[in-house]
């Protein structure tokens, strides 16, 4: 029986920055603006076909450019195609997804969604889909050029020009879960050159519940080149666990992003998290994202420590604080390897099965070394804080 349906996402922000992703300087003014996401999703399922279709259109309220000439109004282009897939089964147990499509698996370190940006991300691939009673398995690739060339194959080395995966999960029993996964990205030496150079990353992640206990861990290796084909060795390595009893859910955490002592090694020890998160792992004020300039190819230690309570049947508090130091210190870094303090605190209110309101207040409290990093020597209060409206309804199911 074929299934037809259209659903909605519609996501207001509300944002004041005063130190958001750099910290605050004395004398600067904070910013204060709303971000709108809004998407349409169609969706069509039968036994042996699967198509979904996502324009979406983001926007800053009031971002109108006035015409000096005409005196009217007009917008900047925002409108763009968020997913446009279909999968195709190719036996009893396996489909065939192609087409602009999220890549989201397990706890999203190295593919993820980046739901934080308002953009979101989605990936142009063919991915093979494998499923049996407790195993999953997928492989994709992906060739990215930026138009329909007659000569070269020449791309930002910024940006990666061929993604291919291997993803294996396997659950052992009801509490226990692991996975394998491996990566090859290839990106180009420069923007006027055809040569690929290959980051190969291989790692594992495991997951563990049972009553009421939560353990999470990761590992992941990279090696092979990077992009000025020096030989890559470079490791991430996360632990989380936690415990819930009644409303409360308390949880620790460490993770660790290996990085470069000196810069100018002969490996490049700076891990790549590639397209995995940034915003859900690093902190909410966003200061560790690009890890070559924002730590100076140092890498990055965050211990942390978090409390979920709920306080209703439909809102919840989570209070996170983090406490980032460099992995390593080189020529460019400072000698202190202490960064700072993060305090990150999100209220949820979900006041439907279709909408939620969120409310998120960060600070930081900075070491020398990260105003040194950051070339930020007289700062301020550095502080962030959002409100969030997403509204999700299903508007049409047959």
């Not at 195709?88 to 192609?98: A, C, M, N, P, Q």
């Not at 994709?140 to 050029?145: R, Y």
Request: aromatic share 16%; charged share 20%; net charge positive.
């Amino acid at each position: 029986m074929a299934q037809f349906s259209v659903d909605a996402q519609y996501r207001n922000r509300f944002e004041l920055r005063d130190g958001y992703k750099k910290l605050a300087a004395e004398g600067t003014t904070p910013a204060a603006f709303i971000s709108q996401r809004t998407r349409l999703s169609f969706s069509y399922e039968n036994e042996r076909l699967k198509l979904k279709f996502t324009p979406q259109d983001v926007r800053v309220w009031g971002d109108e450019q006035l015409s000096s000439s005409t005196g009217v109004f007009g917008d900047y282009a925002s409108l763009d195609l968020f997913e446009a897939f279909v999968q195709i089964k190719t036996s009893e147990k396996s489909w065939l997804s192609v087409g602009r499509q999220q890549l989201v698996y397990d706890n999203q370190r190295i593919l993820a969604a980046r739901n934080w940006n308002q953009n979101g991300i989605a990936y142009d691939a063919v991915v093979y889909k494998w499923n049996a009673e407790n195993w999953e398995v997928h492989a994709g690739s992906s060739w990215n050029s930026t138009g329909e060339n007659a000569t070269d194959n020449l791309y930002d080395p910024n940006r990666i020009k061929s993604l291919n995966f291997v993803w294996a999960k396997h659950r052992i029993s009801e509490a226990w879960e692991f996975s394998l996964s491996h990566v090859a990205s290839g990106v180009t030496k420069s923007e006027t050159e055809n040569k690929l150079y290959f980051r190969q990353t291989s790692g594992v992640y495991l997951n563990y519940k049972k009553s009421g206990l939560t353990i999470l861990g990761n590992f992941y290796y990279q090696f092979g080149k990077n992009n000025t084909g020096k030989n890559v060795g470079a490791w991430l390595g996360d632990a989380d666990i936690s415990y819930k009893t009644g409303k409360l859910t308390p949880g620790i955490g460490v993770s660790y992003l290996s990085g470069n002592s000196p810069v100018n090694g002969q490996t490049d020890h700076l891990f790549d998290v590639l397209y995995g998160g940034r915003h859900r792992f690093f902190g909410g004020i966003d200061y560790f994202s690009s890890f070559s300039s924002h730590t100076k190819q140092g890498g990055l230690a965050d211990y942390y420590f978090y409390v979920d309570l709920k306080l209703t049947a439909k809102t919840s508090l989570k209070n996170t604080g983090h406490y980032f130091c460099l992995a390593q210190t080189n020529e460019n870094t400072p000698a202190d390897k202490k960064l700072g303090y993060e305090n990150d605190i999100v209220v949820k209110n979900k006041f439907s099965n279709w909408g939620a309101l969120e409310c998120g207040y960060s600070f930081f409290l900075p070491a020398n070394s990260l105003k040194a990093i950051q070339n930020v020597p007289d700062t301020k209060f550095s502080q962030f804080l959002y409100l969030q409206l997403t509204v999700t309804p299903v508007l049409f199911k047959n």
